[in-house]
C-alpha cells in the first residue's frame, strides 16, 4: 500500500488511460494533498468521492465532460477546509439551480477557484 502519496496526476504517465468517472472507492488514499485530474474524459463524479481525501489542498478538474456539480462531492456537502485552489474550467456545464448556488458559494469562501463557468 502507498502511505506517502500526496500529488496524483494521472496525465503524466505514460500510457494514459483517460478517467471517466469517479467513485469513493477510486480515490482511496488520504494523504492526497493535489489532485490534479485535468484533462481526462471524466462525465460523472459519485456522492462523496472525495470523503477520504482529508489532507487535499489542490483539486484541478479542468477539460473534463463535466455537466454538473454538486457539493455532494465533498464531506458533509461542503468544502473541505484543508481546499485552498479548485478549477473546473473547461467543462461542458449545463446550468442549473445547483451549479448557480455552488458558483454563488464557491465566490464567497476562500478558496482560489477557478469558476469561469460558461454554461452550454
Do not use: Y
Not at 468517472?21 to 490534479?36: G, I, K, M
Not at 459519485?46 to 489532507?55: E, G
Not at 465532460?65 to 473547461?90: E, K, M, V
Not at 467543462?91 to 458559494?105: R, V
Amino acid at each position: 500500500m502507498i502511505k506517502s502519496l500526496q500529488v496524483l496526476n494521472p496525465t503524466m504517465t505514460p500510457h494514459r488511460f483517460p478517467v471517466t468517472e469517479l467513485a469513493s472507492s477510486s480515490l482511496p488514499c488520504f494523504l492526497f494533498q493535489d489532485l490534479d485530474l485535468s484533462r481526462n474524459k471524466i462525465s460523472k463524479i459519485h456522492r462523496h468521492a472525495f470523503n477520504k481525501l482529508l489532507k487535499l489542498k489542490v483539486l484541478n478538474l479542468q477539460g473534463n465532460s463535466l455537466t454538473t456539480i454538486s457539493f455532494n462531492w465533498f464531506p458533509s456537502s461542503q468544502f473541505p477546509d484543508s481546499l485552498s485552489a479548485f478549477n473546473l474550467n473547461h467543462n461542458p456545464w449545463t446550468c442549473d439551480c445547483e451549479m448557480k448556488d455552488f458558483a454563488n458559494i464557491s465566490r464567497n469562501n476562500s478558496l482560489t477557484s477557478s469558476l469561469h463557468i460558461t454554461c452550454m
